[in-house]
């Protein structure tokens, strides 16, 4: 879960990580009372480079504060919808620098990673140090003091950032962070330093440790939940919790609808539906042997979207999901929708003829524009197959 701006600060300032004096304002809060200028308005997103985009002003007085948050509250910033707004304290600065914590994937330990310039500059700056962290122990001071003076850090400053790594690293331990990242860490002209940004990424997995009730839902591309995916999430709740997934879905700007089974091959799909010149309406996986119930549930809301143009069921051949039960979950929701859209399924596994025969069934019964195939095709070749029927309407 990717945390906003103002949320990895809260988290800094449990963590006794100095931050600017600043108020959070939403659609219903936009009427303060702020005093202190001149100030910065930043807008809330996740999307990167926001500063390039038009997503951080600054305001000198009452009337530009106004102004710039008229400006920026709805405003997209890289597709990314504008829902909050952090305004702060400007901060006269001396110096900049980067400093992280993230998760090294190819050697499996914490890293931490500095740079004497931060800012928007960083992802072009390519003196960035590292220093891998052993994660049965402490991050030692020693390690630590040696990697700020090979970047030419001295004196006081280098026992302060030090201090400030140190917490980060606690952060990242103990709420179960993949990146904690301060960019940029300021040097104030009176010789503080302060964390003017926060980017703060949280392993999902580990919630069951955390409680995390007081993050606002969002989609793990961090904006808002839409209805059909807050409908979706309730799927994988009640009676058949604990029997397979089909909670998984993500509203796009797309019209074929899609129920991917296999998280891999279902990312590659979506690749493959983008190379032959079509948009998905959406991401949804399904797997783990779900209930007929579930699939049900999540076809229903998957095929609610107005404007489809088609409908892609895939999946590569399962080892132990009941193709006839996930199949007889489909094939119930388009019975009651009758979607007039060609259909291509392709699906393969355990009871593979039962769910053939199954919505063999239910297209000669509600007049469907339907194929199904089996492993005697690629997923890929199955997309092309869709895209050829809709090009024929």
């Given at each position: 879960m990717?945390?906003?701006?103002?949320?990895?600060?809260?988290?800094?300032?449990?963590?006794?990580?100095?931050?600017?004096?600043?108020?959070?304002?939403?659609?219903?809060?936009?009427?303060?009372?702020?005093?202190?200028?001149?100030?910065?308005?930043?807008?809330?997103?996740?999307?990167?480079?926001?500063?390039?985009?038009?997503?951080?002003?600054?305001?000198?007085?009452?009337?530009?504060?106004?102004?710039?948050?008229?400006?920026?509250?709805?405003?997209?910033?890289?597709?990314?919808?504008?829902?909050?707004?952090?305004?702060?304290?400007?901060i006269p600065l001396k110096q900049e620098y980067y400093l992280s914590i993230t998760y090294n994937t190819q050697k499996r330990v914490p890293t931490l990673l500095f740079a004497t310039a931060g800012g928007m500059g960083i992802e072009e700056e390519n003196a960035v140090l590292s220093l891998d962290i052993n994660p049965l122990r402490i991050l030692e001071s020693f390690r630590v003091r040696a990697l700020l003076k090979q970047a030419g850090v001295k004196g006081k400053d280098l026992l302060m950032i030090e201090d400030i790594a140190k917490r980060l690293f606690r952060i990242f331990e103990q709420e179960d962070a993949r990146l904690v990242e301060i960019n940029p860490l300021a040097k104030t002209e009176d010789g503080r330093f302060m964390a003017l940004d926060a980017k703060i990424a949280l392993d999902e997995d580990a919630g069951f440790r955390h409680d995390w009730k007081n993050f606002p839902e969002r989609t793990t591309l961090g904006?808002?939940?839409?209805?059909?995916?807050?409908?979706?999430?309730?799927?994988?709740?009640?009676?058949?919790?604990?029997?397979?997934?089909?909670?998984?879905?993500?509203?796009?700007?797309?019209?074929?609808?899609?129920?991917?089974?296999?998280?891999?091959?279902?990312?590659?799909?979506m690749d493959t539906l983008y190379a032959l010149g079509q948009k998905p309406s959406n991401y949804t996986e399904y797997s783990g042997n779900p209930p007929r119930e579930k699939v049900q549930a999540l076809t229903n809301i998957v095929l609610s979207k107005p404007g489809l143009k088609g409908i892609w069921v895939v999946g590569g051949v399962a080892n132990f999901t009941h193709i006839g039960e996930t199949m007889a979950g489909i094939a119930d929701a388009l019975r009651v929708l009758k979607p007039k859209v060609p259909i291509v399924i392709r699906r393969a596994g355990p009871h593979e003829d039962e769910g053939k025969k199954i919505m063999e069934n239910v297209a000669k019964e509600c007049h469907l524009n339907l194929k199904w195939f089996g492993r005697e095709i690629s997923m890929g070749k199955s997309a092309k197959v869709l895209v050829d029927m809709i090009h024929k309407l």
């Open positions: 990717n945390l906003y701006e103002f949320e990895g600060k809260n988290l800094f300032q449990k963590y006794k990580i100095p931050v600017p004096t600043g108020r959070m304002i939403t659609e219903e809060t936009k009427d303060i009372t702020w005093e202190q200028f001149p100030c910065v308005v930043k807008a809330q997103v996740q999307s990167g480079k926001r500063g390039k985009n038009g997503g951080i002003l600054f305001a000198k007085n009452k009337q530009e504060l106004e102004q710039h948050i008229q400006t920026l509250l709805g405003k997209k910033i890289c597709n990314d919808e504008v829902w909050y707004l952090l305004i702060e304290e400007k904006r808002r939940l839409t209805e059909r995916e807050r409908a979706v999430r309730n799927i994988d709740q009640g009676e058949f919790y604990y029997r397979g997934t089909a909670g998984k879905y993500i509203e796009i700007d797309g019209d074929i609808a899609c129920l991917f089974s296999g998280g891999g091959a279902s990312i590659s799909m």
